[in-house]
């Protein structure tokens, strides 16, 4: 029987490493326009540098995974609980609100009704399924984008219950703050930002840009500017899911995912990384730096143009 091979000394030793830089060869197999705003907004001195810099936005954008599938979990089930709820008449937290063959349905428009539609009906032309799904399947095949646009649709017969079930810890949370539609548009472009967020996530886009954290319009061209601008957003999409459950916050503040990002959204780990783009695979390498004070953080707008939406990502 074959044995084994030996564990390392070291688990934290870097697989593979070797002297030789081979930085050029891997930037070549990337293409230039994905590149260029790397060299633009980093001002590499070197190949190296400029893979470093590639490598740490990859890192940093994997790192929000755990955050994105927290809070769109946790975020869809209240708002589903609360429309089952008021629409079954306090009778199921999980029933079929959606489904406008249903007494006391949600009435929805447009591509929320669409997509819906599209999983309780199959054929051309669209029949109704004869075993409708369950609830909980609908909600688990619909994509994050589905449920900002049905918060910012209801109506006043629905919205001050659904946005105070949803978000009962907001410190302002009763029905008539929720009353007022200026205060229901600034959570729901929360919603909508965590969903511009979950994107750029899921599409392989960069999440450190400036144009996107609204920085551009500052003069804040520096790339530390946009690493806090990009932790100062991560604080705000925490806050979002405080607002609807501070056990799940809390459960991510003491989980990996959150000591992942918040060793990697640092300007120190960019630096660790421009400067040693394979030694930098050992978050240890740079977590000490990661008390150092930052710069002021930059004010940064809250809203930006929405994205296309894709089931590449959803969570179960």
Known sequence: MSQPPPASADPLQAPNSSPVDESDKVLALLSKPRLTPYKQAFQPASDKEHLGAYLWAQAVSASLHPFIGTAE???RNAIHESLSLQCSRGKSSTFAWYDRAQPNSLPLKGKSLEKVEALLCEGTPPIRRAVQPTP???VAELTFGFWPNVMEGLSQRYAPRTFSDVFRHHPHSRPAHWSREENKVQVVLRLKRLQDLRNRVCHFEPVWKPHWLGLDEKGNRHWSAAV???????????????????MAAQAYKNSFGWNWFSRLCTTAAVQTFMRDPSGSALIPAFSKDTASPEPTPPKVTTDAPELPQSSGCAGP
Not at 230 to 244: A, P, T
């Open 228 to 246: 806090q601008a990009l932790r100062i957003l991560h604080g705000d999409m925490l806050e979002l899911v405080g607002w609807c459950s501070p």
């Open 136 to 138: 909980d399947a609908v």
């Open 73 to 75: 979990v946790v975020l």
